[in-house]
């Protein structure tokens, strides 16, 4: 594992925002380019630099590298040296200044009408509408012909045609947060609507509201040399890029490196500007930072430190040897799951049982190469599905093993399921996914698999939509598409979760009755010990993402070893039992120092 660092047992230090900064290459360069070009404008008094107005007929026009000035001189004569320096330093003020200006005034429209709503709402967003009508580098050329040509006028027109921009935007997020429950909390507690909206909400669009300015700057530069180059922003004598390049483009053939210069300076800052602001955006957005919205790959990274055998004899449908995976976070690799190993027979169904936290889910994702990478990394280990080693299959293998030999159902099937395709189509889809069957026969097909799951007027419920379905119908919808193409193994991620204790039971019943009917291998993934004393045949206790007890259910129901599978034992209430219950949970607790 060349470049990572396996993070020990004790909590590791939270890697600041400049490290995280720093780790994003690109926005790294972005931000080293920006800051040289800004300490540059900056220093622009101090620089030893001659006059940038002063004119010089003489040598007008010198090419770069010229005696006394580094870039060549203008069609007047003047240094471009100077000039571009100066420029730059007047191009940043004023893009910046436009920002913030339209980010004020914008942020406040948008939070404004997403927390009032209503009339007030109709009437700002009907006059963003009105402002977003018309096409905004127009309406900037518009607002500076009514104001008059000069450099404080276009700050003005290029803030006023982006407040659509921020308010739109920070609407949006507003709306989505008014009716949170903190929001609602804020209310009851007396509140006023600005101090909730300023105290409340704002905090939550901050991170919106600065991502959107770190991202905009740019273009706000780029506008601002847009109508400088027409004549309508900077005037004589002073420059700022896009004037230099206007009154350049006389000379485009005759000396082309006094359009070119600054041509390239409005480039290089307007990129390393847009590349800083991605950075700032991950840094910012905690999901980002994580790697969670990464782009995924179709298999989950594999890097271990030693190959397995390809094959074994002999085995079970299900075999997994000291599997490891874990998260990489920036160059340290923060373990998951360490080494577990467990089998699963045909028909048989093993519990894997923990509290939440201790890698259940990580394992099941594990086994198909489901875990997000990045960050997810898998190190050590091997999965034998029929004695080959699923790991070592080239990705179009182990995606066409993915839901015909191995079905999964999810904890929640109300993200799992698409939220704007039918319920019959979903189910048909995974048929037409692995079988060369037309889409008649796959609608039947999924028809008759609802039916098997118990969901009545399966063909009238085929054509809803998840939503419109209750939490065990969708879990059955979910256990439909597991069985859509008669896989050989199931794994049921905590299926039983969300429901109530009836739902539970009979989604349990329906597990059992399709593994005794289909010969499935089941591999049940819970936290609760009265399911697994129901369901399973076998169970694999985990702790901090380790199987610290395995065996046979009822034996480990009777005498478990491990002083965890106790106190987890402990935790199943028995009927009637009151305060006993904590009179006898409480001993193995304070033992355990919990």
Not at 311 to 328: K, R
Not at 393 to 415: C, H, K, M, N, W
């Amino acid at each position: 594992m060349t470049g990572l660092t396996v993070s020990p047992s004790v909590p590791r230090k939270r890697r600041s925002n400049w490290q995280l900064l720093m780790a994003n290459r690109l926005a790294a360069a972005g931000l080293f380019l920006f800051g040289f070009i800004a300490l540059l404008a900056i220093l622009a008094p101090v620089l030893p630099l001659p006059n940038p107005d002063i004119t010089d007929q003489p040598n007008r026009l010198l090419p770069p590298l010229s005696d006394g000035h580094l870039l060549g001189t203008d069609h007047l004569g003047r240094d471009i040296l100077a000039r571009l320096i100066w420029g730059t330093q007047i191009s940043l003020i004023v893009g910046i200044s436009a920002t913030a200006l339209a980010a004020i005034f914008g942020s406040l429209i948008g939070l404004v009408a997403g927390y009032m709503r209503g009339a007030t709402d109709t009437v700002l967003m009907r006059f963003v509408d009105m402002l977003m009508a018309f096409p905004y580098i127009l309406l900037a050329i518009a607002i500076v012909a009514a104001l008059g040509p000069g450099l404080l006028n276009a700050l003005y027109a290029i803030a006023i045609v982006n407040i659509p921009f921020f308010a739109r935007n920070i609407r949006g997020v507003t709306v989505s947060v008014r009716n949170r429950e903190f929001v609602e909390a804020a209310r009851l507690s007396g509140k006023s609507h600005p101090a909730i909206l300023f105290t409340e909400v704002l905090p939550n669009v901050l991170p919106v509201i600065v991502i959107t300015m770190s991202t905009t700057v740019g273009w706000m530069i780029l506008e601002t040399a847009g109508l400088s180059f027409l004549g309508l922003g900077a005037q004589p004598p002073t420059a700022d890029l896009g004037s230099m390049l206007g009154q350049a483009r006389a000379q485009l053939f005759t000396a082309p490196h006094a359009s070119i210069i600054p041509g390239v300076m409005i480039f290089a800052l307007v990129m390393s500007i847009n590349l800083l602001g991605d950075g700032v955006r991950d840094v910012l957005d905690p999901r980002l930072r994580s790697g969670a919205l990464d782009r995924p790959m179709a298999v989950t990274k594999i890097r271990r430190k030693a190959k397995p055998a390809p094959t074994i004899e002999n085995a079970p449908s299900l075999v997994v040897e000291h599997l490891t995976t874990g998260f990489d976070d920036g160059g340290h690799l923060t373990p998951a799951v360490k080494g577990i190993s467990f089998r699963l027979d045909k028909g048989e169904c093993l519990g894997l049982i923990g509290e939440s936290g201790s890698g259940k889910s990580v394992t099941a994702l594990s086994l198909m190469g489901l875990v997000a990478s990045p960050p997810g990394l898998i190190t050590d280990g091997a999965v034998y599905i029929d004695g080959r080693d699923v790991l070592g299959l080239r990705e179009q293998e182990l995606i066409a093993l993915r839901g015909a030999r191995v079905s999964y159902v999810f904890q929640d099937p109300l993200t799992t399921l698409h939220p704007l395709y039918r319920v019959g189509e979903q189910v048909a889809e995974a048929i037409l996914a692995h079988q060369a069957v037309g889409k008649s026969a796959a609608k039947t097909r999924a028809i008759a698999l609802m039916e098997t799951v118990g969901i009545r007027d399966a063909a009238e419920r085929s054509r809803a939509y998840p939503h419109e379905l209750s939490g065990g119908q969708r879990q059955r919808i979910g256990i439909a598409m597991a069985l859509a193409n008669d896989p050989d193994i199931i794994i049921a991620d905590e299926p039983t979760t969300a429901l109530d204790v009836t739902v539970q039971a009979r989604i349990l019943d329906l597990l059992q009755n399709l593994r005794r009917e289909r010969g499935l291998a089941l591999l049940l993934i819970t936290h609760d010990f009265g399911v697994v004393a129901q369901v399973c045949d076998r169970v694999a206790v985990m702790k901090n993402g380790e199987i610290v007890e395995q065996g046979v259910t009822d034996t480990i129901l009777r005498d478990p070893q491990h002083d965890y599978t106790k106190r987890l034992i402990a935790c199943v209430p028995e009927l009637g039992e009151g305060q006993r219950f904590l009179a006898r949970v409480r001993p193995l607790f304070e033992e355990a120092g919990a």
